[in-house]
Nanobody, 124 residues
Framework: QVQLVESGGGLVQAGGSLRLSCAAS????MGWFRQVPGKEREFVAS????????SYADSVKGRFSFSRNNAKATVYLQMNRLIPEDTGVYYC?????????????????????WGQGTQVTVSS
């Protein structure tokens, strides 16, 4: 069973930046979701296993950037110009079946392995 190891969360002021990392052995389509208490987990971004394509939620387009380093088996979510609405627990996820090289899954049920989550708090 593949395990995901997340890091990089923390507290930052609005307008600041954070970078989340997620390590996973193997090459998979991967994604980031976030959740706040009382709300459903929501899609943030995903990247194909080739690294050639990415998808983003409208709320983060132009501010977040998803990349991968396959040699290090690690993906990165660079989050810039953070706003308080970005606050939440961020979960790394991967899809380990039936994915073409440039497919970017975006649905919650398209991912079958999840990390434990890392807290991101953006203060105003």
């Amino acid at each position: 069973q593949v395990q995901l190891v997340e890091s990089g969360g923390g507290l930052v002021q609005a307008g600041g930046s954070l970078r989340l990392s997620c390590a996973a052995s193997g090459r998979y389509a991967m994604g980031w979701f976030r959740q706040v208490p009382g709300k459903e987990r929501e899609f943030v971004a995903s990247i194909s296993w080739s690294g050639g394509r990415t998808s983003y939620a409208d709320s983060v387009k132009g501010r977040f950037s998803f990349s991968r380093n396959n040699a290090k088996a690690t993906v990165y979510l660079q989050m810039n110009r953070l706003i308080p609405e970005d606050t939440g627990v961020y979960y790394c996820a991967l899809r380990n079946h039936g994915t073409s090289a440039d497919y970017t899954p975006t649905g919650l049920d398209e991912f079958n392995v999840w990390g434990q989550g890392t807290q991101v708090t953006v203060s105003s």
